[in-house]
């Protein structure tokens, strides 16, 4: 199956600053999603981005398909952007790309 | 728009009972997945339903899991016998299509003790 790699696995920041979570993927795909996973456990979709870019607020988004890899921002970091941060890439039968195989995600902790 | 809800949040139960996991999705979604969250593991997928029908469940286990979506109602997912290893958080999505952005659930915490 597909594998999915997201980088740093650990990040510490302080209050205000930026970032940048990287995700590597094994084969082609055509859907990717970016997730957060709050400290109580929710998991809040951020993104729906198989290629190009979006931006929502403080978070923004690159998926560059052909290279297999995404990116994700996060400018101004606040404590409650803390949590764990996931990339699942879809993969399933006739093109439908419903079955979502996650990273190990990449722990974010933002410090006052 | 509630968003979809699981229910219930934490469900304590103990070895060889039944756990039943319930989830109903967004208003206007048709497409239910369930997956399952293990410290060790991460999130793995377990099944994709639509109504009445179970698309994919190859990433359920062979015995003591099942899980419906029936006509009318939430989505069921069943735990027969439940064993300490089935302890994890249990998280349902829906999509209004196919591979199309997922909202989960708030989860639901299952404890065999």
């Known amino acids: 199956g597909i594998q999915v790699e997201q980088s740093p696995p650990d990040l510490i920041l302080q209050e205000g600053a930026n970032s940048t979570l990287r995700c590597n993927f094994s084969?082609?795909?055509?859907?990717l999603q970016w997730f957060h996973q709050n400290p109580w456990g929710q998991l809040i979709n951020l993104f729906y981005?198989?290629?190009g870019t979006k931006q929502n607020g403080r978070l923004s988004a690159t998926t560059v398909a052909t290279e297999r890899y995404s990116l994700l921002y996060i400018s101004s970091s606040q404590t409650t952007d803390s949590g764990v941060y996931f990339c699942?890439?879809?993969?399933?039968?006739?093109?439908?790309?419903?079955?979502?195989?996650f990273g190990k995600g990449t722990l974010l902790t933002v410090n006052p | 728009n509630a968003g979809v809800m699981q229910n219930p949040r934490h469900l304590v139960r103990r070895r060889g009972q039944e756990a039943r996991l319930r989830c109903s999705p967004m208003?206007?979604?048709?497409?239910v997945y369930w997956y399952r969250q293990l410290p060790e593991e991460g999130l793995k997928f377990m099944v994709y339903?639509?109504?009445?029908?179970?698309?994919?469940e190859s990433g359920m286990p062979k015995e003591r899991f099942s899980a419906e979506f029936p006509k009318e109602g939430p989505s069921i997912l069943r735990i027969q016998q439940v064993v300490r290893g089935d302890s994890a958080a249990y998280f349902c999505?829906?999509?209004?299509?196919?591979?199309?952005?997922?909202?989960f659930g708030s989860g639901t915490r299952l404890t065999v003790v």
């Open positions: 999505a829906s999509s209004p299509g196919a591979g199309y952005g997922y909202t």
């Open positions: 208003k206007g979604h048709s497409h």
């Open positions: 981005i198989p290629s």
């Open positions: 339903l639509q109504k009445e029908n179970i698309i994919d």
């Open positions: 084969d082609s795909v055509n859907n």
């Open positions: 699942a890439v879809g993969e399933g039968s006739g093109g439908s790309n419903y079955k979502l195989t």
